[in-house]
């Protein structure tokens, strides 16, 4: 069954040009982080969704790097009814990217005690399956969002590449209302998203995180 899904995957992806990266562009895919708090896990829950598109938000900043963006695997979980029962092992995610044309994948689990926090990066070869790269993170969710910036400064030196000169932007609070945005966008309610960010960047014109959603979804809805 799954392997049936794949190779419709790879169909799809042909056209949506979600694999289009250049040659001589490393192509990275990143997973929404498992949430390990074992306390006020609702709370904390937004991290799933916005430790990595703090990653993200670096690395598509680098013109070298080619960054299969969230909503363009989301597009072609919902075009081909693929499920998280699908996608429950890492394995499988690996396969689904090397689909994709992502030959490097992360996935990361925090948990959030009070006001401390652990974060755990992992960068693995679609290919291999190798774990090519791991980082970790443990002081103040105060420290969270410089100490994200500086694990992907660390990603980026590890395929040679010049760091992006864009920060982060936001502080927790934004963060978490941008997230807000990208639970709309699961639900496919893309003209709410839109809104979300909008109102997002109207705080914060330099929110680049946002403001690359908004470019995202007008794209899609363009499309549609």
Known sequence: MFKSMIFSVALLVCSLGASAAGPNRT???????????????????YLTKALPEMLMSQLSSVPSL????????REILEEQKIGSSDLADEDAKLKLGNIIGAKKMIFGTFMVIGDDVRVDVRLANTETSEVE????????????????????????????????????????????????????????????????????????????????????????????
Do not use: H
Request: proline share 2%; net charge negative; hydrophobic share 45%.
């Open 27 to 45: 192509t990275i895919a990143v997973w929404d982080f498992d949430n390990n708090s074992f306390m006020d896990i609702a709370a904390s829950d």
């Open 66 to 73: 080619e960054v299969v963006e969230r909503i363009q695997i």
């Open 133 to 224: 790269f791991a980082e970790k993170f443990e002081g103040s969710i105060t420290e969270l969002i410089p100490s994200m910036q500086g694990i992907a400064t660390q990603l980026v030196d590890l395929f040679g590449k010049k760091s992006g000169d864009k920060s982060l932007g936001g502080d927790l609070g934004e963060w978490k209302e941008y997230e807000v945005g990208l639970s709309l966008i699961d639900e496919g309610k893309y003209e709410e998203a839109l809104a979300q960010f909008q109102a997002v960047l109207e705080k914060n014109p330099k929110f680049y995180a946002a403001e690359k959603q908004v470019m995202l979804i007008i794209d899609l809805m363009a499309r549609q």
